[in-house]
């Protein structure tokens, strides 16, 4: 049987330009990526500068990663900056494979429209409502696996759990004038998480109407863990979901297969956390697999930025599935 390595990997704001040079930077990441042998890479936080001339921003960062590495042959979908058709200079999503990419596309809004929202913390009062969208888009690609079979991976980084800027609110960007005005924006950052996760599954719902016995992954960065709100809409939990809905739409968490002492992709003020996901449709969890987490020496995110010396590595932790493919 061949195998079939899927791999999801928050590459901390990747950049030319940082706290910390990016030969340095590479000199960590590098070997990271190389452990992970993966056949298909899902990455995101890929920062992008602009070029010259007529050339759009440009992933520099991550094309200087990739140098030396089998990476660096490897097929690319760059995630762009919805309505102007480029990357954008910061946290862009991006997907390598080994084998062909037949078809990628973007999801920004398509399923699920903007929130509209009028905030009752603004001051002075708001007499309009805001429109909410997603911070970037849901990056989707179709890989052509040996065999003739396909692949469908979507690489997702949803909200980060950051209060959203409500008007009159914010004395400087880390400061809030009220502790009201903050847990509004909180509230607001939590609905755009669970609204775009609610845009991923019902992209899903239409992917399984087409193909029952799809083989489908969904990677990336949730900021948010097993039991949130968007971890379970994008699961589709079993405990509600399946008595009155069709069956085999569950995906299944690959990280459940990990020890519960070694589960986590993040530390936070000393607390590990479980905030990437590598999920995946029943037919393709019906292969024998195995995941891996890559957390040895992993600094928190939260106490590091105190640190004399920033990470050079990444406060994420890398996930791994290894499949076997059926002849």
């Known amino acids: 049987m061949a195998r079939l390595r899927i791999a999801t990997f928050n590459l901390e704001s990747l950049d030319e330009q940082s706290a910390a040079p990016l030969s340095e930077r590479i000199a960590v990441l590098r070997p990271q990526l190389s452990r992970l042998e993966a056949d298909v890479l899902c990455q995101q936080e890929v920062n992008a500068r602009p070029g010259t001339g007529a050339d759009g921003p440009r992933p520099a960062a991550l094309d200087r990663l990739l140098e030396e590495t089998v990476y660096c042959g490897f097929n690319r979908a760059l995630g762009s900056l919805p309505g102007h058709g480029g990357p954008s200079e910061r946290h862009n ?37 805001l429109a909410l969208s997603w911070d970037r888009p849901i990056l989707s690609a179709l890989i052509e696996l040996p065999g003739g079979r396909s692949l469908r991976v979507l690489n997702l980084h949803l909200k980060a759990p950051l209060a959203v800027a409500i008007p009159g609110q914010k004395l400087s960007a880390a400061a809030w004038r009220t502790v009201g005005g903050w847990a509004e924006g909180f509230f607001l950052a939590a609905m755009k998480r669970a609204g775009q ?13 087409a193909e029952p016995q799809a083989l489908i992954a969904v990677c990336g960065d949730f900021n948010a863990e097993a039991r949130e709100t968007p971890v379970r809409v994008l699961v ?12 085999g739409r569950r995906l299944v968490p690959l990280e459940e297969s990990i020890a519960e002492a070694e589960r986590y992709s993040v530390l936070h003020m000393g607390r590990p956390l479980m905030l990437d996901h590598l999920l995946v449709s029943p037919a393709l969890a019906a292969w024998p697999h195995r995941a891996e987490l890559h957390n040895e020496g992993l600094r928190d995110e939260a106490l590091d930025p105190l640190a004399a010396q920033p990470s050079l590595g990444s406060y994420h932790a890398p ?9």
């Open 319 to 327: 996930l791994l599935a290894e499949f076997e493919m059926p002849e």
């Open 236 to 247: 589709g939990d079993e405990g509600e979901a399946a008595p009155h809905g069709e069956p």
């Open 197 to 209: 996760a609610l845009e991923a599954r019902l992209l899903l719902e239409r992917l399984f109407d």
């Open 93 to 129: 999503l991006a997907l390598l494979s080994r084998w062909p990419i037949t078809a990628v596309s973007q999801l920004h809004h398509e399923l699920v429209p903007p929130f509209s929202y009028r905030p009752l913390t603004a001051a002075p009062p708001a007499k309009e409502a």
